[in-house]
C-alpha cells in the first residue's frame, strides 16, 4: 500500500518562509502532489511533481527527490490567508487510474 | 480550472432518515468520481470510488450499503447515506479529475451532515 508522512502542525510569521516536508512508501510512483484545505473548504491543487528538481509557481514551490522518497512545499513570503491544511498526496496504482492517497495533512498557521 | 459542484453544502437531519449528496462536474465528462470522509483536523479518508456505468468500488471497511453511491451520467455522482445515525455525522467531499498527466483533483466544497 501507500504511506506519506509529514508533519501534524507548522507556525510561522507574516513574511516568513516555511518548508512542509512529505516522505512517502508507495508500490509504483507516479508523481507527488501538494493540495491546500482552508477550514470548512475544499481541497485545492497547488503541484505536481513528477521528476527531481523544483517546482516554482509564484509564492509556492515543490521539490521532489525520488531516490530519497521525498519531496517538500515551500511556500515564501507567507501571508494570514496561508494559513490552511497542507497536504501531500501520490497516486494509488492499486486502484483507480486517478484514486489519490493523501498524506495526514500539515496545519499552518501564520501569525500577524 | 474545472469546476466540480457539491450540493447541499450542510445538512441536518433525524436519526434514521437517509440524505442524499449530489456531486457534478460541471465542465468535464469525468468515468470516475470519488468520495471522502473527512473529521476535524484529519484527512480525506478515500470511502469509494464512483464508476459512471458500472458498480462503485468500496473502501476496506465501508458499508456499501449504508452508503449506496449512483453514478449514472458523466456529470453526475450521488452518495446516499441510508438510516443516517449520529456517528455518521462527518464532512463528506467528492472529486473528479481530468484527464491530464498531472491527474488533478477537483474537490466539491464538501457537506456538512448532522444527524440529531
Known amino acids: 500500500g501507500q504511506s506519506l508522512e509529514q508533519p501534524s502542525e507548522v507556525t510561522a510569521v507574516e513574511g516568513a518562509i516555511v518548508q512542509i516536508n512529505c516522505t512517502y512508501q508507495?508500490?509504483?510512483?507516479?508523481?507527488l502532489s501538494w493540495y491546500q484545505q482552508h477550514d470548512g473548504g475544499a481541497p485545492t491543487f497547488l503541484s505536481y511533481n513528477a521528476l527531481d528538481g523544483l517546482e516554482e509557481t509564484g509564492r509556492f514551490s515543490s521539490f521532489l527527490s525520488r531516490s530519497d522518497s521525498y519531496g517538500y512545499l515551500l511556500l515564501q513570503e507567507l501571508q494570514m490567508k496561508d494559513s490552511a491544511s497542507y497536504f501531500c498526496a501520490v497516486r494509488d496504482p492499486s486502484g483507480s487510474a486517478r484514486q489519490l492517497t493523501f498524506g495526514s495533512g500539515t496545519q499552518l498557521t501564520v501569525l500577524p | 480550472g474545472a469546476v466540480v459542484s457539491q450540493h447541499p453544502s450542510r445538512v441536518i437531519c433525524k436519526s434514521g432518515t437517509s440524505v442524499k449528496i449530489e456531486c457534478r462536474s460541471l465542465d468535464f465528462q469525468a468515468t470516475t468520481m470519488f468520495w471522502y470522509r473527512q473529521f476535524p483536523k484529519k484527512s480525506l479518508m478515500l470511502m469509494a470510488t464512483s464508476n459512471e456505468g458500472s458498480k462503485a468500488t468500496y473502501e476496506q471497511g465501508v458499508e456499501k450499503d449504508k452508503f449506496l453511491i449512483n453514478h449514472a451520467s458523466l456529470t453526475l455522482s450521488t452518495l446516499t447515506v441510508t438510516s443516517a445515525h449520529p456517528e455518521d455525522s462527518s464532512f463528506y467531499i467528492c472529486?473528479?479529475?481530468?484527464?491530464?498527466?498531472?491527474?488533478?483533483?477537483?474537490f466539491g466544497a464538501g457537506t456538512r451532515l448532522s444527524v440529531l
Open positions: 472529486s473528479a479529475g481530468d484527464r491530464g498527466t498531472k491527474n488533478i483533483q477537483y
Open positions: 508507495t508500490s509504483g510512483f507516479y508523481g
